[in-house]
């Protein structure tokens, strides 16, 4: 039977290349996103090769998640496996400067949307006693670094969501595993930074980042890893990374 993957935050960077990964490899697809025509293009492409349902909502929008996962088809309620890719930075500055719409985005977006989402999606997999959940953390999650403590923060929360998920859903046949990049050359930065693409760009020069694809390559690994083997956690950084803040640029 084919099995079926939701992604949230599919319409670019690690969710969208993870779908393409998966659709390459006939799991047909849930794709979640805030921009419904990325959605539609996505929907089109790879839709040649296995079935794709899209959900428009906002993860941070806890009715619009439940309005639309409740709502989902018959042939479409289980899910197998859950990718919690949708996330944000916004901002980069101290905590005395900080813009406190910043720090709603971020906790409601990466905590509580991932959560929401999970919510809604966890209890067909208790009932049958099978699932994957993906949670994309980062190395944000494993070190804190100046000017960007709230982001850290929930980062450090997945990490412990992720933790107390694998404690809760284990004895349910349920595997979770939390996958933390460090540096990916997607629209990561720019958001954070506000539109800047100048200054977003100076991020990534100097070396060779991650591709959003090396990371849908190694959530493709974990979730076809042998049924006896749970990857729990993995950090990833690109060759010239060696810690958080810590890039060796030519």
């Known amino acids: 039977m084919t099995r079926i993957a939701l992604i949230t935050g599919a319409t670019s960077g690690i969710g969208k290349a993870t779908a393409i990964k998966f659709a390459?490899?006939?799991?047909n697809l849930i794709l979640c996103g805030r921009r419904s025509e990325k959605l539609d293009e996505l929907k089109n492409k790879l839709s040649k090769n296995v079935k794709v349902h899209t959900l428009i909502f906002d993860v941070r929008d806890r009715?619009?998640?439940?309005?639309?996962?409740d709502s989902l088809p018959t042939e479409w309620k289980n899910v197998d496996i859950l990718i919690n890719s949708a996330g944000n930075a916004h901002g980069?500055?101290?905590?005395?400067?900080?813009?406190?719409?910043?720090?709603?985005?971020?906790?409601?977006?990466?905590?509580?949307?991932?959560?929401?989402v999970s919510k809604a999606v966890i209890p067909q997999m208790v009932e049958r006693k099978k699932g994957h959940i993906i949670n994309l953390s980062?190395?944000?999650?494993?070190?804190?670094?100046?000017?960007?403590?709230?982001?850290?923060?929930s980062k450090k929360a997945v990490e412990a969501i992720s933790e107390g998920m694998r404690l809760d859903?284990?004895?349910?046949?349920?595997?979770?595993?939390?996958?933390?990049?460090?540096?990916?050359?997607?629209?990561?930065?720019?958001?954070?930074?506000?539109?800047?693409?100048?200054?977003?760009?100076?991020?990534?020069?100097?070396?060779?980042?991650?591709?959003?694809e090396?990371?849908?390559?190694?959530?493709?690994?974990?979730?076809?890893?042998?049924?006896?083997?749970?990857?729990?956690?993995?950090?990833?950084?690109s060759k010239a990374q060696s810690a958080p803040t810590m890039i060796y640029k030519k």
């Open 24 to 27: 390459e490899n006939g799991y």
């Open 92 to 116: 980069l500055s101290t905590i005395d400067n900080g813009d406190v719409d910043d720090w709603d985005a971020m906790i409601d977006g990466n905590v509580k949307g991932l959560l929401y």
């Open 63 to 69: 009715k619009e998640v439940e309005f639309h996962l």
């Open 138 to 153: 980062s190395v944000a999650g494993k070190q804190t670094y100046a000017n960007g403590a709230v982001y850290c923060a």
């Open 214 to 237: 090396d990371i849908a390559d190694l959530i493709f690994y974990t979730i076809n890893a042998p049924d006896r083997v749970t990857i729990a956690d993995v950090t990833v950084y």
């Open 169 to 212: 859903l284990t004895e349910h046949g349920i595997k979770i595993t939390n996958i933390a990049p460090g540096a990916v050359a997607t629209e990561f930065s720019e958001v954070r930074f506000k539109g800047d693409k100048e200054r977003a760009q100076k991020v990534y020069e100097g070396y060779e980042a991650l591709l959003p």
